[in-house]
C-alpha cells in the first residue's frame, strides 16, 4: 500500500508564493505523480504532472509560467512550487501517483493523498 502525505497549504495574498511537498511511501520512484485541486463546488483538474525520472513535466494552462513541478526520489518527495498566486488558485490540492513511468494524459490515478488546502486572499 502507498501511502501519500501532502504538507505545505495555507494562507497567502495574491501575488505571494507557497511550496506544497508531498512525502510518498513504498515504490515512489517507480511512479509518476501528479498534483490536482479541486475548488467548492467545481471538479477535481489536473494541475501538474511529471514522469518518474523527472524529466517531463506537464502543466495545466491556468498555472503555466506560475507553478512548477518536480520531485526528489532519494527523499520520495514531489513539490508543485506556486508563485503568483491568484485568488483563482484557492482550493485542495491533492497529490497523486500512477504505476508509471511517463506522464500520459489523462492522468489516472493510483493512489491519492487526503488534501491540503490552498487559500489565497486578495
Known amino acids: 500500500q502507498v501511502e501519500l502525505v501532502e504538507s505545505g497549504g495555507g494562507l497567502v495574498q495574491a501575488g505571494g508564493s507557497l511550496r506544497l511537498s508531498c512525502v510518498a511511501s513504498?515504490?515512489?520512484?517507480?511512479?509518476?505523480m501528479a498534483w490536482f485541486r479541486q475548488a467548492p463546488g467545481k471538479e477535481r483538474d489536473l494541475v501538474s504532472a511529471?514522469?518518474?525520472?523527472?524529466?517531463?513535466?506537464y502543466h495545466a494552462d491556468s498555472v503555466k509560467g506560475r507553478f512548477t513541478i518536480s520531485r526528489d526520489n532519494a527523499k520520495n518527495t514531489v513539490y508543485l512550487q506556486m508563485n503568483s498566486l491568484k485568488p483563482e488558485d484557492t482550493a485542495v490540492y491533492y497529490c497523486?501517483?500512477?504505476?508509471?513511468?511517463?506522464?500520459?494524459?489523462?492522468?489516472?490515478?493510483?493512489?491519492w493523498g487526503q488534501g491540503t488546502q490552498v487559500t489565497v486572499s486578495s
Open positions: 511529471i514522469s518518474q525520472g523527472g524529466l517531463s513535466t
Open positions: 513504498g515504490g515512489f520512484s517507480t511512479f509518476a
Open positions: 497523486a501517483a500512477r504505476r508509471s513511468t511517463h506522464v500520459s494524459l489523462p492522468f489516472t490515478a493510483d493512489y
